[in-house]
């Protein structure tokens, strides 16, 4: 495994936009033998087409909401100091991203405003 670095001008590119950096230690992934600056995934953000239809956006976004107490449990058993999902999920969060967010998406979190995810528990399989 070989980790590169973006170099600056992608990473003041990114800020530009709002989206932070993040160092990963030495020796937190595997042959990591110096830290690494990459982009902030502290938890994870779909992009999508300016052009993608609204519902089908809302759809999506509805998923993440209704179906993140069952991402939540699929990685409950990492240190929390190394889970690739923060957890708990919570959708006032996941609305804030660094770019801006869908016109379906926008709707889907305001009709889902205060959604405790303590009701239904809905999985994918």
């Known amino acids: ?57 809302y759809l999506a976004t509805w998923c993440m909401v209704k179906t993140r107490r069952a991402l939540e449990s699929q990685y409950t058993h990492f240190p929390p100091d190394h889970s690739p999902v923060t957890y708990p999920v919570d959708p006032v969060a996941m609305a804030d991203t660094p770019i801006p967010l869908h016109p379906g998406a926008i709707r889907a979190y305001a009709d889902l405003a205060g959604d405790t995810g303590d009701g239904q528990i809905l999985i994918w399989s």
């Open 1 to 57: 495994m070989r980790y590169l670095d973006w170099g600056t001008k992608v990473f003041d590119g990114f800020a530009a936009i709002g989206w932070p950096t993040a160092e990963v230690a030495a020796g937190y992934l595997p042959d990591l033998e110096q830290p690494l600056t990459t982009l902030n995934f502290a938890d994870f953000a779909i992009v999508c087409r300016d052009d993608l239809p609204e519902d089908v956006a």
